[in-house]
T-cell receptor
Framework: KQEVTQIPAALSVPEGENLVLNCSFT??????LQWFRQDPGKGLTSLLL?????REQTSGRLNASLDKSSGRSTLYIAASQPGDSATYLC???????????FGSGTKLNVKP | GAVVSQHPSRVICKSGTSVKIECRSLDFQATTMFWYRQFPKQSLMLMATSNEGSKATYEQGVEKDKFLINHASLTLSTLTVTSAHPEDSSFYICSGQGYNEQFFGPGTRLTVL
């Protein structure tokens, strides 16, 4: 069964810092990987979707990379802002039916 | 992006009652919808996959007779928690598959007293 792990569980940084969130998965036979943001008590906001054939995706200050063979993905956030404070979830799907397996998340706090 | 809504956003009920949660895809047709639950400080766990017009497929350990899923149309799926108990208190999130991507609802907070 696919297992997804995210490190660190929590991260606190001052505003303006660049940071990296890590995600690893045990079964490299994935269809795609997606990074989400979850604000307290809220649903999920999709940030970046990487297909299994891709190496990275970028959106604004966010860059996500995928190394399928090693079972790893990173989410890079440049010039962090207090508004980036949230829990970041990594999820992988193993078929095109998009059934996701989620990591436990990294809770990010960006201090003004 | 596509929008998925859930209703209600929050519900409190007494132990032993049944609660129905609706999930709607507002601007796309979702052949497949997924139901997840999230316990405090834990990640989302997939409960079941539902395809329009057919029976839902439940993940291991999820009681299909307790969590009834109906996906009667391409824009609506419902989850009914039957005879709810305090241990069923959780955050329930649905998602719909459209445009080769999955779109998530805002979630429903269920509290069983």
């Amino acid at each position: 069964k696919q297992e997804v792990t995210q490190i660190p569980a929590a991260l606190s940084v001052p505003e303006g810092e660049n940071l990296v969130l890590n995600c690893s998965f045990t079964d490299s036979a994935i269809y795609n990987l997606q990074w989400f943001r979850q604000d307290p008590g809220k649903g999920l906001t999709s940030l970046l979707l990487i297909q299994s054939s891709q190496r990275e995706q970028t959106s604004g200050r966010l860059n996500a990379s995928l190394d399928k063979s090693s079972g790893r993905s990173t989410l890079y956030i440049a010039a962090s802002q207090p508004g980036d404070s949230a829990t970041y979830l990594c999820a992988v799907s193993q078929d095109n039916f998009n059934k996701f397996y989620f990591g436990s998340g990294t809770k990010l706090n960006v201090k003004p | 992006g596509a929008v998925v809504s859930q209703h209600p956003s929050r519900v409190i009920c007494k132990s032993g009652t049944s609660v129905k949660i609706e999930c709607r895809s507002l601007d796309f047709q979702a052949t497949t919808m997924f139901w997840y639950r999230q316990f405090p400080k834990q990640s989302l766990m997939l409960m079941a996959t539902s395809n329009e017009g057919s029976k839902a497929t439940y993940e291991q350990g999820v009681e299909k007779d307790k969590f009834l899923i109906n996906h009667a149309s391409l824009t609506l799926s419902t989850l009914t928690v039957t005879s709810a108990h305090p241990e069923d208190s959780s955050f329930y999130i649905c998602s719909g598959q459209g445009y080769n991507e999955q779109f998530f609802g805002p979630g429903t907070r269920l509290t069983v007293l």
